[in-house]
């Protein structure tokens, strides 16, 4: 078994910046609607200028299209520094039901993702206390391969439920595995080891069986 903390200096870092590629393309496409409403408003003012009649309500809409922007362009940064972050400690105690969804928030930016929320089967907070960003990769991962064997538009739920003591189970809403999506990949299989990670995958099926403590990874 390859140790976590080789993983994190070396494996992991292809999923470090396939995440921060897919951010740093969310943030040019607000950049670039920012930058588009930002010339219209410029034409308007032109107009406006040579007492051509403006409309308050398109300058409302276009106003409030850059406002939106970059309030979608704060939210972005913020899930970015929570990704960046999570390599600070190597292990520590996370809380399960934020990790999975900050992963769906990182995964939203991808082209092909659908549509996906996290659900807390108990009413106890499932913290485990593991390698935050080997098993961001591993959830990631296990995201990504739903979205493509569901399609586009597609819908998932993420269900977090106690198995024991010791294992909190992750199950992802049943989807027919396409052949063609080999799930686990080897690098995904390596960092799910690393951290006491069991995916179980069958034909309908994704499950990922999360140990409560790393220390009691053998």
Not at 8 to 24: D, H, P, Q, R
């Amino acid at each position: 078994m390859k140790k976590s903390t080789d993983l994190l200096k070396y494996e992991s870092l292809a999923f470090f910046g396939k995440v921060n590629a897919s951010i740093s393309h969310e943030l040019k496409n607000i950049m670039a609607i920012i930058s588009e409403t930002a010339g219209l408003l410029s034409d308007m003012a032109d107009m406006a200028s040579t007492e051509n009649p403006v409309s308050p309500e398109s300058l409302k809409s276009y106003t409030g299209s850059v406002i939106e922007e970059i309030q979608r362009g704060f939210n972005t940064i913020r899930q970015m520094n929570r990704f960046s972050h999570s390599v600070d400690t190597p292990i520590t105690e996370v809380n399960l039901i934020e990790m999975i969804d900050l992963v769906i928030q990182l995964t939203g930016y991808l082209s092909f993702a659908g549509k996906a929320h996290v659900h807390n089967c108990g009413d106890s907070k499932p913290f485990v206390k593991t390698c935050p960003f080997l098993l961001q990769a591993v959830i990631y991962q296990a995201l990504v391969n739903q979205f493509k064997n569901g399609g586009p538009g597609m819908e998932t739920t993420v269900s977090v439920c106690s198995q024991d003591q010791s294992i909190w189970r992750v199950i992802f809403s049943d989807i027919e595995q396409d052949s063609a999506h080999v799930f686990p990949d080897d690098n995904t299989k390596d960092m799910a080891e690393a951290i006491g990670v069991k995916i179980i995958c069958t034909a309908n099926r994704l499950e990922l069986d999360i140990p409560s403590s790393i220390e009691t990874v053998s």
